[in-house]
């Protein structure tokens, strides 16, 4: 039996609830941002170079987060293949505009959750700003904080290794800064969350479904994406197996491609497939039936528009062995 952890993850990556996907996402940005604060950062104790160096581990790698997130969101994919198809004269507003938002909304969980804990655990903070802090703000008892280099002496106190007579005063500036890091954490995730409540009502207000509708809706657009993937595999396979055996004159295929083929071969390479069906979608109505995607708007077309014909079809439908094409007999 599996180890309930590796079945857990298992069904986190499957599942296609996106909160818990993004929930998984953000606590792999927390483990990572802890690794990095314990082997990598090294404030350079510097003045000028603890700004940049504070600000760049803050930021940067939050950036980097969010365009990798952007860059392998299947969604983006859509975009761009939606403009591709029908350029903007033709392409949906409304539908492009929704699309934009849910990539944006998913591509900003990792580096929020970077920026959030960041500013909570305050290193960052401190080391980009010790050396900004107002030295005649500063007081220990009666004495007050010497002004004579004063900037190398701040931006030397985050590590801890000022001079002994001002460890009050390190004292105070670490404290000062952390409680200014921890606000701005708290005040970014106060406005997240407020944020996600404002979308998530507009969504539910403007949404004409129920929540059983929104639930069918979900499930049919998850199922048609699976089942799509798994017949272009089998499709693809059929043709690459084809065209290898008539250059070959044989393929060899593992006990997985045979069984594939075996339940469903399709003969010949003469279909031709309308890709330009594929691609994001706004949901519709027509004639009082609901169209949940383009695959189902094009099954549910005007019958003069061009389909894939009947003997085509039933070239993908299953046969009780796969016809793969006749090896070439060499002249005598």
């Known amino acids: ?49 603890n700004f940049q160096y504070g600000l760049m581990t803050i930021g940067g790698p939050a950036l980097v987060f969010f365009f990798i997130s952007i860059i392998l969101n299947n969604q983006t994919r859509n975009l761009v293949a939606e403009y591709q198809y029908r350029r903007t004269k033709n392409c949906s507003v409304i539908t492009n505009f929704l699309l934009l938002k849910s990539i944006l909304v998913r591509a900003l969980v990792a580096p929020v959750t970077w920026l959030v804990i960041s500013l909570l655990c305050g290193e960052a903070y401190v080391c980009a700003f010790s050396e900004f802090v107002d030295p005649s703000s500063l007081m220990a008892g009666d004495e007050s904080f010497p002004l004579s280099d004063a900037t190398w002496v701040l931006a030397r106190f985050p590590c801890r290794e000022g001079p002994a007579n001002l460890s009050d005063f390190q004292e105070e500036v670490n404290r000062r800064l952390n409680y200014e890091s921890q606000h701005l954490g708290w005040l970014l995730i106060f406005s997240m969350a407020i944020l996600l409540l404002v979308i998530k009502f507009f969504q539910s207000c403007s949404s004409k479904f129920g929540y059983r509708q929104e639930d069918y809706l979900t499930s049919y657009l998850a199922n048609e994406e699976r089942l799509f993937q798994c017949m272009a595999e089998v499709r693809s396979l059929a043709m690459a197996a084809n065209n290898v055996k008539r250059f070959f004159g044989f393929v060899a295929l593992s006990q997985r491609d045979k069984a ?73």
Not at 20 to 48: I, M
Not at 304 to 317: I, N, Q
């Open 260 to 332: 594939l083929l075996a339940r469903f071969p399709a003969q010949g390479t003469h279909l031709k497939l309308q890709w330009d069906i594929i691609g994001s979608y706004l949901f519709q109505e027509r004639l009082g039936l609901p169209l949940y995607s383009r695959l189902h708007e094009w099954d549910h077309g005007p019958r003069g528009k061009a389909r894939v014909s009947d003997m085509e079809m039933a070239d993908l439908l299953p046969h009780p062995e796969p016809q793969l094409a006749a090896s070439p007999t060499p002249n005598p």
């Open 1 to 49: 039996m599996a180890n309930p952890s590796v079945r857990f993850l298992s069904f986190l990556f499957k599942s296609n609830d996106w909160v818990s996907l993004h929930c998984l996402v953000a606590l792999v940005t927390v483990v990572g941002q802890e690794l990095f604060s314990l082997f990598a950062f090294h404030c350079p104790y510097t003045p000028g170079l």
